[in-house]
């Protein structure tokens, strides 16, 4: 009885982006205030704020792309290891398989990375 709780947050995002015409500004606030009158009844009153101006790049060219890969925040709209390839010279190598087949070959020792849609089946197979 007469317990009270504040809970406040503050948050700024500032940058200036990957590409031009990209910038970033935001700012979010919010203040909580919680009191319990008695056992039974207490009082909870709250107030947020946001303010943000997200200025988006328009899309790549494939010539942009061409020139510079890194200026996309992926491949074209497709996956492509040859970024990463040419990056780190690490060979990657993509395999779309089925859930139960993937984790078959990663059990095999034959995957370094297995993406699978069965949560399920994932948790099992990391459980051993």
């Known amino acids: 009885m007469g317990d009270s709780e504040v809970y406040a947050y503050y948050s700024k995002r ?8 990209s910038e970033t500004d935001a700012e979010y606030a919010g203040v909580r205030l919680h009191h319990a009158l008695s056992d039974t009844v207490s009082v909870t009153a709250g107030y947020a704020s946001s303010e943000y101006r997200i200025q988006l790049a328009g ?3 494939d010539a ?9 925040t992926r491949a074209r709209n497709y996956y492509s290891p040859r970024i990463y390839e040419r990056k780190t010279g690490i060979e990657v190598r993509v ?6 087949q993937a ?19 994932e948790e099992q197979f990391v459980r051993g």
């Open 64 to 72: 942009m792309f061409a020139t510079d890969p890194e200026q996309a």
């Open 103 to 121: 984790l078959d070959l990663a059990r095999r020792g034959d995957a370094d990375v297995v993406f699978v849609h069965a949560k399920s089946a």
């Open 59 to 61: 899309p790549v060219t």
């Open 95 to 100: 395999v779309a398989l089925g859930t139960g």
């Open 14 to 21: 500032v940058s200036d982006g990957y590409r031009d015409h």
